[in-house]
């Protein structure tokens, strides 16, 4: 070997020892100090003591007074792995616990033993678990417990327990799934816990929990020190960031504790938590009036609060099913998910039943959603698969067998090591939000928006440059536009209201599927008239909207894939049933040139007949339109032929013959014209015109 590598080599070992010696991490107790600094010495020493006494005391309040004199003396000496230790502790039960990880490896690096430190493994293991570091965590996790003799089952149980997470968390970890986690910023996160997300289902309307002193309705502190649990809201416009949050004010807060549990999708009533005690709280509903203004809380009653702790509800879309979380007795776990029906006749909700093993276990279930597909149910748990303290999961029920399924964990990094909680979906399934505690928040629990991405579409990274680690640089980019995931929702708003006193009228408006003529939503409007419903995109929507002794309304609405996260606005009209009156059937099909009824035609007349057998005396006019291809002796008679046909039906159905007369008008009464028809610019286009002159219209001739 010739002298220059010989030089070289020897400048490494030795750089390499110089930094070994300079790294090295040295225990200095505070008492083998060298003074230089007497009355900051005895200051530190002093904040040390009292430190000490809260310490000792051991509970979730003391050990943050703890902290307060421990982070003093630190400022003065931060080298003694006594005080390290302490300062590790207290983090990890503080709302900092992510610094708890350099105190406690400062312990461990400067020979800390388990003669000194007992629990240091413990402490470390915990910390590095929140870190991600599983399989630091791991080995120390077991490394404790070989030091746990046979009579500490119970920690023994807990820290397998906290394995299994980590080796969850692992997997989770290496299949992460393709989404957005973003923080919502300082217009609604703070310094202080903010949890507890509820959004309307079009996006625009934020209700959450806050302990903040800023506009606090209590003003007080709790027990715990912190200012009571309020109810805050922010709004903003389609795409745009939310507003400054302000307090909902005092017709929903109190003097107590007053949390966000649930909201309807239209947005107008709100379930919302009543602190008791630590032990006892209750939920309650409030709905908005025509003025925007929310009325008096009600009490949900006695089958849904007990004398324990109910702290989360959701309702179905109906608002006939509500799933909610209490820690009542006779539950599997700690808390537990229960479902009540609302009973129509004592207009009260029913008796509540426990969702079962499969759903609950014998840890904490909570946080609670219900998905608008009245099938899909999100909650957070500290039990089944788990990456570390409270995970969000998904389980459906099927209606046949009446049984949940086992309830899958959604994935990293929507959840995390520690507790991930609360989450709720917008109507489009584009975003979700949630509380999450982790790194970099602005506080304890701040709220976060998920945003998914879908499956990957390898045509567009391909165009872009890009590859999966890159997702970041779409942000901004239209290509991100098409990866959301693949269960699109649009927003269907609407009102209900009697074409002549513009009176709301509270009908049943149902979404069928032309397809297959299956009713896919039914709802009824508020009592304003207004609906809003989030439906799937890729179908063909006959809407209806009926009620006794009215005319009915109809309209058609066609959803693309391509529609997602779009808004789409219907305002019916009907009037009473009085001779002269004439309402539009837009759902009765005939393809073109053609007098016979499409399959989806029936459930719309089968509404026609309903009208008919409630009205006995009813005689009605029944006429044909066409649209303006072909001549008009053709069309007229073309006509013709298609009334006959819809009263050939409601003749089949029973209807005599003399209550139904049919005239036809061919293209006469055109509702799209041929000079609207030639500027529209797509084949599609101009088919769903013609389709749309292609009607039968019901003239009420006698009552």
Known sequence: MNKKMMKRITLIILLFFSYVGFSQVVDEPFDKLVLGDKPGFNAAVKQIKLGDIDYERGSEDDMANALEHYVKADEFHSKSAYLNYRMGVCYLYSKQKFK?????????????????????????????????????????????KETLGDSDEEMKFYINKKIQECKVGKELAAHPVRVWVDNLGPNINGPYSDFGPVISADNRELYF?????????????DETGYHYEDIYTATRSF???????????????????????GISPDGKSLITYHGISRKDGNLLMTKRDDAGNWEKLVDMGDAINSNYHEEAATLSFDEKKLFFVSDKPGGTG????????????????????????????????????????????????????????LDIFKTEYNSETDEWSEPVNIGYPINTPDDDVYFVLSGNERYAYYSSFREGGYGEKDIYMITFLGEVKNPIFASSGLVNGELDSLRDISI??????????????????????????????????????????????????????????????AITSTKPDYT?????????????????????????????VEFTLRNIYFDYDKSTLRHASVDELNKLLKIMEDNATLRVELSGHTDSRGTAIYNLALSKRRARVAKDYLVSKGIASNRIETKGYGAKQLVVSDSQLENMSSVREKEEAHQKNRRTVVTIIEK
């Open 480 to 541: 991100a536009e098409s990866m959301y995931m693949s269960r699109d929702m649009v927003i269907v708003r609407g009102t209900v209201t009697d074409a002549n006193t513009e009176a709301p009228i509270m009908s049943t408006v149902t979404f069928t599927d032309v397809a297959t003529n299956k009713v896919m939503y039914e709802l009824t409007p508020e009592e304003d008239g207004s609906f809003m419903l989030a439906v799937k995109s890729g179908y063909n929507y």
């Open 552 to 580: 009915i309304a109809s309209d058609n609405l066609v959803v693309r894939q391509e529609d997602e996260g779009k808004e789409f606005n219907y305002d019916f009209l009907m009037e009473r049933l009085t001779p002269g």
């Open 100 to 144: 708890a990880k350099k105190h406690l490896e400062f312990v461990k690096a400067s020979g800390g033993t388990v003669e000194d430190y007992p629990d240091l493994d413990f402490y470390l293991a915990r910390s590095k678990h929140l870190d991600g570091q599983f399989d630091d965590a791991i080995v120390l996790f077991r490394s404790y």
């Open 334 to 389: 700690g808390h537990d998910i229960y479902l009540s029906l609302w009973d129509e006749g004592k207009s009260t909700w029913g008796e509540a039943k426990n969702l079962g093993t499969v759903v609950n276990t014998e840890f904490d279930e909570k946080g609670v959603f219900f998905h608008p597909d009245n099938k899909t149910l999100y909650f957070s748990s500290a039990g089944h698969k788990t990456m570390g303290g």
């Open 239 to 261: 795409g745009e960031d939310w507003g400054a949050a302000k307090n909902i004010g005092k017709d929903v807060n109190t003097k107590s504790h007053d949390a966000t549990v």
């Open 209 to 221: 929990t806050s302990r903040r002193p800023e506009g606090n309705i209590g003003g007080e502190k």
